[in-house]
């Protein structure tokens, strides 16, 4: 995706459908723009939009109404530049990018070119739409502006799972991590908890952000890095396979606080305003885990703990332990056809800020989830379920894991109707 702005009145942002990977906003300025880039792992790059159309004259027209003296700072003698031509949807052979950065001669340019160390940089975009199988010749639309800054999506790369000391069956992506700690808006000095930590991959990403971090999870081999290794080839745990090592791996072992086993229905924390985020996302798949009744080693004995008490237990304990304007993030499991906005938790203290769905197959969903809070808790809010049904939970999430593999047994049996019918 990338970023085109007008900082300026006399250029309207071109109107672009959902599945263009051009977004186009009003009303920012430059330095708004390189704050967002500076945390943004979606965005490829931000430009300042100086015109835009459908055709070359069309562009050309845009670009003649862009005020001269918005363009003079940065096209005056003794400036140097260079021009790009990025292209989404085609590839385009270096003689023709040569001949479209030929056709914006029109343009007032008074520096010098440079290559290699230019003081500006400008940039054509061309959108060739979205179907691979169907470029057309010339462009859907184009637009033409100066570049302002990259994001972070080399982030993805050098925090990739891949690559990283510790990781288990469900550690969550490097980039959906960072996302979650952009929703939550982890910030330098933050205190953030995980209560389902797992191999700490929202801590890594928090931590990359300057926030001090804490988790809990009720698997004692998880929690101390111990048993079987995740890893192909390789079959038990070294002695660097955990949380505080994988924040080590990418020199942020100073925002480590700890990570304990402790069971999330159960809370072991004193009742005050502790955390300003609570991120999680282990729920989704480990929804039928474990409730602590331990015996006499570590090992804890199986208990249900459904889907629609873990969400209620989470709310609640972010309403208690958050701080007032702190954030909740998490993932929702959702079936998608019967699938409505009141299946969301709510809680009277926590106001739902965003609701966005990552789809998983035809039938099944995650939705992340992000919640602030407004209020601290009163002791009517217990009763809150009673005279508003938003704050009762949805018993129709604990048959979610039923409703999901039905859903790949469905899909088994077709596949396997249609291998019989071409065997016949």
């Known amino acids: 995706m990338c970023i085109v702005y007008s900082s300026n009145p006399h250029t309207h942002s071109a109107s672009v459908s959902l599945q263009s990977p051009f977004v186009c906003l009003d009303g920012l300025s430059e330095e708004d723009v390189r704050w967002v880039m500076a945390r943004s792992v979606c965005a490829k790059s931000a430009f300042e939009l100086w015109g835009h159309g ?14 001269s003296e918005n363009m003079g700072p940065f096209m005056h003698k003794g400036s140097t530049y260079k021009i790009n031509v990025y292209t989404f949807n085609k590839t385009l052979l270096f003689a023709d990018r040569i001949k479209k950065i030929d056709a914006l001669e029109f343009l007032p340019f008074e520096g ?33 502006g100066r570049w302002i800054a990259d994001g972070q999506r080399e982030l993805i790369r050098s925090h990739s799972v891949k690559n990283r000391h510790f ?8 980039g959906l991590s960072f996302i979650m700690a952009n929703h939550a808006k982890v910030h330098e000095n933050h205190l953030v908890f995980d209560p389902f930590v797992g191999t700490g991959s929202l801590l890594v990403a928090c931590s990359h952000f300057g926030a001090y971090v804490c988790g809990t999870d009720i698997d004692y081999n998880t929690i101390h890095g111990k048993g079987r290794s995740s890893r192909k080839n390789h079959m038990w745990r ?22 304990m086993v402790s069971d999330a229905s159960k809370s072991v924390w004193r009742k005050a305003a502790l955390f300003d985020a609570i ?10 885990h474990l409730s602590s009744m331990y015996v006499e080693s570590h090992v804890p004995v199986s208990q249900a703990y459904h889907l629609s008490d873990i969400f209620t237990d989470l709310l609640n304990f972010s309403a208690e332990h958050l701080v007032i304007g702190g954030r909740l993030v998490y ?18 203290c926590l106001r739902l800020i965003s609701n966005c769905e990552q789809t998983l197959s035809s039938h099944t969903s995650r939705r992340l989830i992000t919640m602030e809070k407004i209020k ?8 809150a379920h009673l005279s508003d049904p938003r704050f009762s939970p949805y018993q129709g999430h604990n048959a979610f894991r039923q409703k999901y593999f039905s859903g790949l047994n469905k899909k088994s049996s077709k596949e396997d109707i249609k291998v019989d019918i071409n065997g016949e």
């Open 238 to 259: 070294g002695p660097d396979e955990n949380i505080r090592a994988n924040l080590r791996q990418y020199g942020t072992e100073r925002m480590y606080v700890d990570v």
């Open 376 to 383: 601290d808790p009163e002791e009517l809010d217990s009763l």
């Open 112 to 144: 010098s070119v440079s290559l290699k160390s230019p003081e500006h940089i400008f940039c054509l975009l061309e959108d060739y739409g979205t179907d691979p199988n169907n470029i057309p010749e010339h462009p859907d639309y184009m637009y033409f």
């Open 279 to 288: 991120i999680t996302d282990r729920m989704s798949s480990d929804y039928h």
């Open 54 to 67: 459908r055709t070359c004259a069309e562009l050309q027209t845009s670009l003649s109404s862009y005020p």
């Open 331 to 348: 993932w929702l499991p959702v079936y998608r056809p019967e699938y409505c906005d009141e299946v969301v938790p709510l809680h009277p």
């Open 167 to 174: 990781i288990g069956n469900t550690s969550m992506d490097a």
